[in-house]
């Protein structure tokens, strides 16, 4: 297969749209998979999906063009799964599980396209919405982050030149190769592509992921990005996200069935999934909380995705809970995947290794780590915090309070709200820079 040479296919833009999103399995398995359940179980939810900028000190709206941006995510809106993504979602093998999609969900998802959107401007950043029926909007949330970010980088090498651009790249592809090296050393390590929602590029997401294919072998167990998946033989990777639980406390009738939400989250996954697909994500409302008042019949789930505390720390806890409820942390399996960089990699895979399964899925400090390889000193390459979030199910407003306060999203009340009923125990603030 011929390499692309990034340089210069970024830099010979000649044509009127390059279009950063050109078919819709360039998103992540999760979304899919989450996607079926909504479809199945909740067609008459409505959610609101919203653009946040943690990174305020960087003006979105003063680095992407509003009209290019119009551009990028009207041309997503056209885009419709082709015969060959059909085919290949109904026939291939995902977790070792045939037809993992019902036929008559494909069915549905062959006419799919993404609903309109609500965009404008204000202080220095877009406010970018996409309200609708829940079934349609989640899938907007990977192809707008994917689009913003690659614009951004696009603005911030426009002045390149070819050589610079040569430069640039090559410093971006020494560094990820060292990064793989070290990777390499550690007998057992699992790696996978997480990296698609805060990419550098799609061209560049695909270099990457297929370095680590040649650099690590059989230690890289896939991607997240279906379409990479499909193109290069590899492995889809991914379960569930925060979007479930948030919507179910939102649609809650009480304290009580706010509390009970993360679980009645997993019982219905239960009951469309099982396997090596029991994986549970416990920090939506703070994993304290979750272990807490979790039933026992959580601790026969195949692991745990700790996602917002210190890894070594959130997984210890992790471990103890196992422990408690009787259970060998040395059959269970933690998948590590939070700004990981490659000596947080290291640094948990040691602590953590003969004491349990690890996988590691490796994000944005993968697929968009420019930091200090521009030939010209520039922070526009510097990857931010950029998330899309439910704001809003069913015109009730939706919350995220994490292990890590910074990461909380939602109206001020209604954290506080939730705060109360789900208590602040191990929420302890970091510095979110990915």
Not at 88 to 105: A, C, D, S, T, V
Not at 274 to 302: C, H, K
């Amino acid at each position: 297969m011929a390499k692309t040479d990034i340089a210069r296919r970024v830099y010979n833009h000649t044509w009127k749209l390059d279009p950063i999103v050109r078919s819709l399995l360039d998103t992540d398995f999760y979304k899919l998979l989450m996607l079926q359940m909504i479809w199945g179980m909740y067609p008459k939810v409505d959610a609101t999906f919203t653009l946040i900028n943690r990174t305020t000190s960087v003006r979105l709206a003063d680095e992407i063009d509003e009209q290019e941006l119009r551009d990028q995510l009207d041309h997503a809106r056209t885009l419709r799964f082709s015969k060959k993504e059909m085919i290949w979602l109904g026939g291939n093998n995902f977790y070792g599980r045939k037809q993992i999609f019902e036929p008559e969900f494909l069915a549905w998802l062959e006419g799919f396209r993404l609903p309109d959107y609500e965009l404008t401007r204000r202080n220095g950043q877009y406010e970018l919405s996409f309200p609708g029926p829940w079934m349609y909007t989640t899938l907007w949330e990977i192809p707008a982050l994917a689009i913003i970010n690659e614009l951004r980088s696009r603005a911030a090498m426009r002045s390149f030149g070819p050589f610079a651009l040569d430069v640039l790249y090559a410093r971006a592809k020494a560094k990820m190769w060292a990064k793989t090296e070290r990777l390499k050393a550690l007998p057992g390590i699992r790696i996978s592509d997480f990296g698609t929602r805060r990419r550098h590029s799609f061209l560049w997401q695909r270099w990457c992921v297929e370095a680590l294919k040649e650099g690590i072998g059989d230690a890289f167990t896939g991607t997240s990005n279906v379409l990479l998946a499909m193109d290069n033989d590899l492995e889809a990777l991914g379960t569930n996200a925060h979007e479930l639980p948030m919507v179910f406390a939102a649609l809650a009738n009480s304290e009580e069935e706010m509390r009970e939400a993360p679980y009645r989250v997993l019982q219905d996954w239960q009951r469309y999934y099982g396997g090596n697909l029991l994986i549970v994500l416990p920090d939506t409302f703070g994993t304290a909380a979750f272990l807490r008042d979790a039933p026992d019949w959580i601790a026969d789930w195949t692991g745990f995705r700790p996602d917002s505390a210190p890894p070594i720390e959130g997984g210890e806890k992790i471990l103890s809970w196992w422990r408690e409820k009787g259970k060998d942390p040395k059959q269970k399996l933690l998948i590590f995947s939070d700004g990981l960089e490659v000596e947080t990699i290291e640094e948990t895979y040691r602590h953590f290794r003969g004491n349990v399964r690890m996988s590691f899925g490796w994000g944005t400090n993968l697929t968009n780590d420019f930091e200090g390889c521009a030939p010209t000193e520039t922070k526009s390459l510097d990857a931010i915090s950029l998330v899309c979030k439910v704001s809003e199910a069913n015109g009730r407003p939706a919350v995220k309070l994490s292990d890590n306060p910074a990461k909380a999203t939602g109206d001020e009340r209604e954290i506080k709200r939730y705060l109360r009923i789900f208590g602040e125990k191990g929420r302890v603030e970091q510095l979110v820079k990915v």
